[in-house]
């Protein structure tokens, strides 16, 4: 396969879709960032790695970071009594990402841990067994990526803050049925710091490699299970792009997870991982021209789950 110039191909099929949709506005750090901009990485499970565009700026990877603080969470618990999926579910939401109206028909647990409830959940459980539930996401994204200028990016952090009542209502509304073992405002910081680490394209489709190599990480060593790495593929693309999944999965075929930075990442099990990267978003908070690159590369290469 010549990467490259599926690469290529692909970001001149998606190119008129970029500046469409609309810009994150929620805070003014992502309002700021240009809606020109359009990259794309692919990197194979030897560790080649392919880009065109901006493949290699850094935006800010916001709900991408759920899939590896559930990541860090399945790796510490390894589906023992402790479980994680006793207090988060895995059915897609059919809702918003910040949607409050299930929680109380369901009792405070979250549809998923890829809405921000679930997140949050998450994020309180890697708290309780790091310590540190954003600096250790942040020390295992440098050591995959192999990037140690990855770093957090205080003025998001600080203006999600800012503008996190919507997020603290969820965790408050969670502690309220005994599903955080954490303060509110411990858990809710750890969750905006996740979500204003910096990446490029090239960062992300790296250190997302383990999904790819069924659990493996970088150096070889084993982070996950290879069933927990299927597991986390399985709800990636039934979960991964809200309450669009089921049109993503029609389109794309693959496990992915968005952020309102505008960065997708997708998986192909056992070939490799793919970030794509473009400010402007649908509705639902998932990239116009992301959606359309990925749709475009597995029409291109064949290559999807089904
Ligand atoms: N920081 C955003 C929030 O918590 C992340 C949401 C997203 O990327 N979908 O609302």
């Known amino acids: 396969m010549d990467y490259q110039a599926v690469l290529e191909e692909v970001a001149a099929h998606a190119r008129p879709y970029v500046r469409q949709g609309r810009v994150a506005d929620y805070i003014p750090a992502l309002e700021r960032v240009s809606a020109d901009r359009f990259g794309i990485a692919v990197a194979d499970i030897n560790g080649d790695v392919y880009g065109v565009g901006d493949w290699e700026t850094p935006f800010s990877v916001q709900s991408i970071s759920k899939t590896f603080s559930l990541a860090l969470v399945m790796a510490q618990s390894h589906g023992g009594h402790d479980s994680i999926w006793r207090r988060v579910g895995r059915e ?15 009792n405070g647990i979250p549809r998923n841990p890829f809405i921000n409830a679930g997140a949050l959940v998450v994020t309180d459980r890697l708290q309780t067994l790091t310590g540190d539930a954003s600096t250790s996401m942040l ?7 192999g990037n140690e200028d990855l770093a957090f ?9 800012e503008h996190g009542d919507r997020n603290a209502a969820l965790a408050h509304f969670m502690a309220s049925f005994g599903n955080l073992e954490n303060p509110v405002p411990s858990v809710i910081e750890h969750y905006f710091w996740q979500c204003s680490i910096e990446m490029s394209c090239r960062d992300l489709a790296v250190a997302g490699g383990f999904l790819a ?22 709800v990636m693309l039934t979960c991964g792009t809200y309450d669009a999944a089921g049109e993503f999965a029609y389109r794309v075929g693959l496990p992915a997870k968005s952020g309102v930075g505008g960065g997708i990442i997708a998986v192909i099990p056992g070939r490799c991982t793919l970030c794509v990267w473009s400010p402007g978003l649908d509705a639902r908070g998932n990239s116009v021209a992301g959606a359309a690159a990925l749709d475009h590369f597995t029409t291109l290469t064949g290559w999807s789950v089904f």
């Open 213 to 234: 190599r069924h659990g493996l990480r970088a150096d070889g060593s084993r982070l996950l299970e290879a069933r927990e790495a299927k597991r986390i593929n399985a």
């Open 92 to 106: 897609p939401s059919g809702t918003p990402f910040n949607s409050l109206v299930q929680l109380e028909a369901e």
């Open 139 to 145: 020390h295992f994204l440098r050591e995959e990526s």
């Open 153 to 161: 990016d205080q003025a998001v952090a600080d203006s999600e803050a």
